[in-house]
């Protein structure tokens, strides 16, 4: 009896240091002329545990006389390529159960939206505990007129205010953003580049997990009487 219950003590105590575990999320885009991509990376334990995913930039292809769109995702492990031929078979199934049966597509279109709903709400749940320690937001832009790269200037000013204000109301902003706006005049121009550092603990990831299980197991028992 004792040993049993040193065991279970032992287990509730990981479980417990485990749930206090921070898991950090770092995304980093940039839009530039010579070096568009997207990278996450994932780690926790002060990088002990880490995982990075970077997808370049994202490319319009003619694959059987149709234009189609193709990256390359390079990982920690290893690099893979979308496949348009795939892609395409998948599409073209798709467009078959639209036309022949359109009932089948009705209820393809209802479980998504359900899937949807159900997933919105997980990540709800899960942004309510979600830190952001770091926000960088810059963006310099240019159009060889003047007057429009002025009256732009007033419209990425409030497009990026209402994107902190929801950003605000959402998440747990740690550390005040760091935005930065520079027009550039003369000449046609972009360059974006956006980095954030999220920060949830993986106990509130479990929570939100086995609360997901559970209404999905409730349901279910209802549906079958």
């Not at 997980?122 to 002025?150: P, S, W």
């Amino acid at each position: 009896m004792e040993s049993w219950l040193l065991f279970l003590t032992t287990v509730l105590f990981f479980l417990w240091l485990l749930s206090q575990v921070n898991l950090y999320i770092d995304l980093h885009f940039c839009r530039r002329k010579d070096d568009d991509f997207l990278e996450v990376t994932v780690y926790a334990l002060r990088k002990l545990l880490i995982y990075t995913m970077k997808i370049p930039v994202i490319e319009i292809i003619r694959y059987n006389d149709l234009p189609w769109v193709t990256s390359e995702i390079q990982t920690s492990h290893a690099k893979t390529e979308t496949h348009a031929e795939r892609e395409q078979r998948f599409v073209k199934k798709l467009a078959k159960i639209f036309i022949y049966n359109p009932r089948r597509f009705l209820r393809l279109l209802k479980s998504t939206r359900h899937f949807f709903r159900t997933y919105r709400h997980y990540t709800n749940r899960l942004t309510q505990a979600m830190h952001c320690d770091r926000l960088e937001i810059k963006v310099v832009y240019g159009f060889e007129d003047a007057a429009v790269t002025g009256v732009l200037m007033g419209i990425l000013g409030s497009m990026l205010g209402l994107l902190l204000q929801s950003l605000q109301n959402r998440l747990i902003m740690d550390s005040e953003p760091a935005v930065r706006v520079k027009p550039v005049y003369g000449c046609n121009y972009l360059e974006l580049e956006v980095r954030c550092i999220f920060r949830i603990r993986l106990g509130n990831v479990i929570t939100a997990s086995m609360a997901r299980v559970a209404n999905s197991l409730h349901k279910e028992a209802t549906r079958s009487g």
